[in-house]
């Protein structure tokens, strides 16, 4: 085979191979086996200087054709693997997106939002007072002097002899009174509550009440009642009934246990017990004496007031067994109520 022929089939094998290649590292392999110094045709055009002028010249013109179809060959190349590597990095808009994690509000905080919103209907305030309060508001303004044995009733957290975790929302009714006295007033107070409590289903150390307090001239026991039956039907059905049953607290006169007809209607279940009734609250008329400490004159003016638990409300409306999971943090649990 002349030197021209030669020339001639490395360039053919040359491009034959090419158009296997379609990475950029094989298309670098392909460019040091043709085209590099050491490459073949290099070493076809080392030849030349053996042959005779007049074959000498047709064998140029084949290498420096072989060399520019190579050379063009390669551009075209590695144009082609460019625009496909761009292709295949390009934002695809039409790939379904990664969803956001979406938090949402914990089931205590819905259930707080739900009671305010039933009360304010009501004409209500909601009144925020101390998580750390003095023993004095905590226990002695609301008829607890020390050493009363109703104290036993709250398994109190000292901070110190005289500053407590309040262990109710009650002592709230005292800085609500003497900040509206001698106004009258309507107002809740939410906020979280803690115990020295021997956690179980229904105790938890830290839970959050929602009192109730109206003080006013002509309050009954009635309208508490009344109150709290439209409460008890916006937030458990139209279907539900209120019960009061006599009850002691030292801060009022007379004081109740309020209980709302069961989910089952009253026909009995486990979660009540067999008896119908679920106890959501304490509550009764405001003592005269903590009347007085708020700067009221009980003479002239009455008042009811009510505490009850916010996750016990939750455990209520959804049906929950057990207190614990609440404040578990048990997303699989949470997420059911977002
Ligand atoms: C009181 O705390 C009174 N201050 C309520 C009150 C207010 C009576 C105003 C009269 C007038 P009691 O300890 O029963 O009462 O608690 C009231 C509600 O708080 C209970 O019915 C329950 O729903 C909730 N609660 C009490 N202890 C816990 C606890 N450890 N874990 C979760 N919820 C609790």
Same mark, same amino acid.
């Given at each position: ?56 010249? !047709? /064998?140029?013109? &084949?290498?420096?054709? #072989?060399? +520019?179809?190579?050379?063009? =060959? $390669? !551009? /075209?190349?590695? &144009?082609?693997?460019? #625009?496909? +590597?761009?292709?295949?990095? =390009? $934002? ?247």
């Amino acid at each position: 085979m002349s030197l021209p022929e030669q020339i001639l089939a490395i360039q053919n094998g040359a491009l034959d191979h090419l158009s296997t290649v379609d990475t950029t590292q094989e298309l670098e392999d392909w460019r040091v086996q043709y085209l590099s110094r050491k490459g073949e045709l290099a070493a076809a055009i080392s030849r030349l200087a053996d042959l005779t002028p007049e074959e000498r010249r !047709s /064998a140029g013109q &084949a290498a420096n054709h #072989a060399k +520019a179809a190579l050379h063009d =060959a $390669l !551009s /075209a190349k590695s &144009a082609d693997l460019k #625009a496909v +590597a761009q292709r295949d990095s =390009a $934002l695809d808009v039409t790939l379904p997106g990664i969803a956001p994690v979406v938090g949402g509000l914990h089931l205590t905080r819905q259930t707080l939002y739900e009671i305010t919103r039933i009360f304010m209907g009501m004409g209500f305030k909601v009144f925020e007072t101390n998580e750390v309060e003095s023993d004095e508001y905590n226990f002695g303004l609301l008829n607890l002097p020390p050493d009363h044995p109703a104290r036993d009733m709250w398994d109190t957290m000292y901070v110190s002899d005289d500053v407590v975790l309040r262990t109710h929302t009650s002592p709230g009714q005292i800085r609500a009174m003497r900040h509206f006295n001698p106004e009258p007033l309507r107002v809740i107070l939410p906020g979280k509550c803690h115990r020295y409590e021997a956690v179980d289903a229904s105790h938890e150390s830290m839970f959050y009440q929602v009192e109730g307090l109206a003080v006013g001239e002509g309050i009954t026991l009635a309208s508490l009642k009344g109150v709290f039956e439209a409460f008890t039907q916006q937030m458990f059905g139209a279907d539900r009934r209120v019960r009061f049953r006599g009850s002691y607290f030292p801060f009022t006169e007379p004081s109740v246990e309020i209980d709302i007809t069961c989910n089952c209607l009253g026909a009995g279940c486990a979660v009540c017990k067999g008896t119908g009734w679920l106890e959501v609250s304490g509550g009764g008329m405001v003592h005269p004496t903590v009347l007085r400490n708020g700067g009221y004159d009980p003479d002239i003016v009455s008042g009811f007031a009510f505490g009850m638990g916010v996750e016990r409300n939750a455990m209520l409306r959804h049906g929950i067994d057990d207190i614990r999971h609440v404040y578990a943090n048990d997303l699989r649990f949470l997420k059911q109520f977002t």
